[in-house]
């Protein structure tokens, strides 16, 4: 390299990186710096490009632009395999290893010792112990690997891309479904892996661990790399203005002002409703005309909450209420009854049926609603299909067009008219902008304002705090499915939000030090 | 774009009239009816009645295939209500012996149903059950034997003819347009495709996608019935091993054929019926041209080749390909 004095070369070097999916661009320009024995945190909320930056980088998806560089040679794979054979090893959330195989053979997969064509087991869980013990894991070898924790096979598909002369290790969400003693050992094994000169890559959503392991920082937001820091000197709050924010305009909510005083009628209420292992119980009240505002870091306890209120997760303890009289969400279906609407985060999976036609899309929450022995007429079915393709400007405005073809903001559109057409007291909108256009994003914001004007009381999740901000009257903050700050009126502004995401943290980050 | 909307029911169409074509250089009395003892007679008519069955199973097979699931017990379920319907036939009136195979069958789909929509299971696992096990159930009713029996009302559901129109051919078009109209004219139709389409998505929005899973296993267990009874009736005997043997096979490319995909979602009653006639058509005219019975699964493989590159409006030509593979970014 041209600065010899570097201390540490580059193990891994990220040149420019670009990448779309059709009209997305989903990696811009992204460098990415991985030095020899360091533990590398991969940060950025959902959709920034985390993910696709590791399948660029490991050749599961082709890239547009950029240049890979593993240690002195430029490395250009093809698969996950070719990438494995030069030396990246990748462990995903969901383990890619064989469950109903044993932990030697998952180990030795594709590798085991042969002799005379036939497989030598005894030698093979003999290696497959040897190899597991040093990374402090003292089990049964032939048991079949899906019989041992999440933690475990987890060790294991890292033991075995090790095995494999990885000299890059990138871990992408390894902790989500780990419990605090199995991360312990987790990051006993990457500080052991560290030390052995291997560079990890740590992709995670718990700040809390990013601080406890990694050595260096690489945000990303919207595809383009925000920055590159020491942990050691990133203060948290700075940490998640980074992957969340845009330069922080000073915005303070546009509708506090205004609503502050009014009295507002309750529609929905819940008191210390929750789920064990989900969210913790807390407190809401929803009423009409008014927009609550639900903040937090990924993996906060959002989508989580957003569930409940609308009765797509049980809850295990608490009590809901909807104009004041008890009931019960056990069901999509109790909350359709309830008059509640719920448009989900991932509108692919979740939200449309991209068979079938814009009209149908639209009218089918209504049609649930009313049951199957009351069915709209087609000229019913047509009336309101046309309705809201107007009201809602969707294009094109053809409503027999499969909704699969439509772009994401008119998709969002068709949700939103799904559950508009029933005519509801309630809306829940997780990131309702999210993956949409410029111009569509601003329509939404207007709608959301709209709707809420007419009396509408509205659930609203979003990454993006300034537009929280603009049309919220009330925010929740939450930080690890707990709840912990409301804020209303004058108080709502990003600065305060954020504080509020950062506090405990940054408390603990003083203790520590 | 209407390129991209499927020229629906156009190639089963055509298939059939070539097929029928074919028929009639074969067989130069193809098309020729006679009308005898009141009930009309001919090639034509022969197609629609041995199709029956299979008519009847698509029926109820292209309901649970929207969903996203498959039957494989059908033929098993046609052995039993067979069985049922052969050993009481002679000692019960025609319309106890109707209720209790037609319960049975009903009660086939509901243990289906319940698998599928309330245990989750894979629906090609859960049906396979049945599969097996309802042969046995039906060799256990007819005590291994071959039932046979005279009664002449459940003889005349089989051979008998209404207006000169074959009962079984009545009965078929009667559950065409009974099913159509309680699917389409009751919001089940759309709220089926949904849930075939996207079930999370559907739940989401309220649907009952259990309920929705666990009527349509219901209904191809009757039709499954219906079809064992006809099958019975016609042959006026029960045979609890050969009786819709491999049946389910053909109700399932009777529903491809109609156009409807295995994964659920759009489909379409009248194509999967059309696929059904399709498949018989195939079988009489190689019955008829004298060639060995053996050449009829290569022509009906060949056929049904034929008939689904037709529909795929992304193969009707090379530059479809070409689109195709261009579109195919991971």
């Not at chain 2, 002679?90 to 243990?111: E, K, M, R, T």
């Not at chain 2, 629906?123 to 097996?132: E, K």
């Not at chain 2, 559950?175 to 089926?192: K, N």
């Not at chain 2, 994964?263 to 058509?281: D, E, K, M, N």
């Amino acid at each position: 390299m041209e600065n010899s004095l570097d201390p540490a070369p580059p193990l891994l070097e990220v040149r420019g990186i670009s990448k779309s999916f059709g009209a997305v661009r989903a990696l811009q320009e992204v460098d990415f710096t991985l030095r020899a024995g360091e533990i590398h945190a991969l940060l950025g909320e959902n959709g920034a490009g985390k993910s696709t930056l590791i399948k660029v980088v490991t050749g599961v998806f082709p890239r547009d632009a950029g240049l890979v560089r593993l240690g002195d040679e430029e490395v250009a794979p093809r698969s996950a395999k070719s990438a494995l054979q030069a030396g990246i090893a990748t462990v995903y959330q969901e383990v890619n290893l064989l469950p109903n195989l044993s932990v030697a053979q998952n180990l030795f997969l594709d590798r085991q010792p042969m002799r005379f064509g036939i497989v030598r087991e005894g030698e093979m869980r003999r290696r497959a112990k040897a190899l597991l013990t040093e990374f402090g894991l003292d089990i049964d070898v032939a048991a079949p690997l899906g019989n041992y924790s999440v933690a475990i096979q987890h060790v294991t598909a890292i033991a075995r891309a090790v095995d494999l002369s990885a000299r890059v290790l990138i871990l992408d969400e390894p902790t989500a479904s780990l419990d605090r003693h199995e991360v312990e050992i987790l990051f006993g094994i990457m500080r052991q892996l560290a030390r052995r000169g291997i560079g990890i890559v740590f992709v995670s959503h718990f700040l809390d661990q990013v601080y406890e392991i990694s050595d260096r920082i690489t945000v990303l937001r919207n595809g383009r790399l925000v920055g590159e820091r020491e942990t050691a000197s990133l203060p948290r709050l700075e940490l998640i203005r980074m992957m969340l924010g845009r330069e922080l305009a000073e915005t303070t909510s546009s509708r506090a002002a205004a609503s502050e005083q009014k009295a507002r009628e309750v529609c929905a209420s819940f008191e210390n409703y929750g789920k064990a292992g989900y969210v913790a119980p807390f407190n809401l009240e929803l009423r009409r005309g008014e927009v609550v505002g639900l903040a937090g870091l990924l993996g906060s306890g959002r989508t989580e909450t957003a569930r409940l209120v609308f009765g797509a997760e049980r809850a295990d303890g608490g009590q809901a209420r909807v104009e004041g009289a008890s009931v019960r969400l056990q069901s999509p279906r109790d909350g359709v009854r309830h008059g509640f609407g719920y448009c989900p985060e991932e509108r692919k999976t979740d939200g449309i049926v991209a068979e079938l036609s814009v009209r149908e899309n639209i009218v089918l929450a209504l049609q649930a609603k009313r049951g199957l022995h009351r069915p709209l007429s087609r000229r019913e079915q047509d009336e309101i299909a046309r309705r809201y393709v107007k009201m809602l400007d969707i294009r094109p405005p053809d409503a027999e067009r499969p909704v699969g073809l439509l772009s994401g903001g008119n998709q969002q559109k068709v949700l939103l008219a799904r559950w508009l057409a029933t005519a509801p007291r309630l809306l829940v909108l997780d990131e309702p902008t999210r993956g949409i256009d410029v111009g569509a994003h601003a329509e939404i914001i207007r709608l959301i304002r709209e709707l809420c004007d007419d009396g509408l009381a509205l659930l609203v999740i979003s990454s993006e705090l300034d537009e929280i901000v603009t049309y919220s009257d009330r925010v929740v903050v939450l930080r690890d499915r707990v709840h912990v700050e409301e804020l209303s009126g004058e108080a709502i502004d990003v600065t305060n939000i954020l504080a509020a995401i950062a506090a405990d943290g940054a408390a603990m980050q003083e203790a520590r030090a | 774009m209407t390129e991209l909307l499927p020229r629906r029911g156009l190639a089963q169409i055509l298939a059939l009239i070539v097929i029928l074509a074919v028929d009639r250089v074969v067989s130069p009395q193809f098309f020729d009816l006679r009308l005898q003892d009141g009930r009309l007679f001919g090639s034509l008519i022969d197609v629609l009645n041995r199709g029956t069955p299979v008519a009847l199973l698509s029926l109820g097979m292209v309901l649970v295939i929207a969903t996203r699931g498959i039957d494989l017990s059908v033929g098993a379920v046609m052995a039993i209500c067979g069985a049922i319907a052969a050993s009481l036939a002679d000692s019960h009136g025609l319309p106890v012996v109707l209720a209790a195979a037609l319960g049975a069958g009903l009660i086939c789909g509901l243990w289906n149903g319940f698998l599928v929509a309330v245990l989750g299971m894979q629906p090609i696992v859960a049906t396979l059950i049945l599969m097996v096990a309802g042969r046995g159930i039906a060799q256990l009713i007819t005590e291994g034997r071959i039932v046979t029996f005279s009664s002449p009302d459940l003889v005349w559901l089989g051979n008998g003819a209404i207006l000169g129109v074959p009962v079984p051919i009545a009965i078929a078009l009667g559950m065409l347009i009974l099913t159509g109209a309680v699917v389409r004219g009751s919001a089940l139709g759309l709220l089926i495709e949904a849930t075939g389409g996207n079930a999370r998505a559907s739940e989401l929005a309220g649907v009952g996608t259990r309920a929705m899973i666990l009527a349509v296993y219901v209904w191809c267990g009757v039709c499954a019935a219906l079809a064992g009874v006809i099958a019975a009736a016609d042959i006026m005997g029960a045979d609890a091993n050969n009786a819709g043997l491999w049946l389910e096979l053909d109700a399932i490319l009777a529903v491809v054929i109609g156009g409807t995909s295995l994964f659920g979602g759009r489909f379409s009653l009248v194509l999967a019926v059309l696929g059904a006639l399709i498949i018989q058509t195939m079988n009489t005219g190689i019955l008829l041209s004298g060639y060995p019975p053996e050449f009829n699964l290569l022509v009906k493989a060949v056929v049904v080749l034929a008939v689904l590159l037709l529909q795929s409006p992304k193969l009707s030509g090379f530059a479809g390909i070409m689109v195709r593979l261009r579109r195919t970014k991971p």
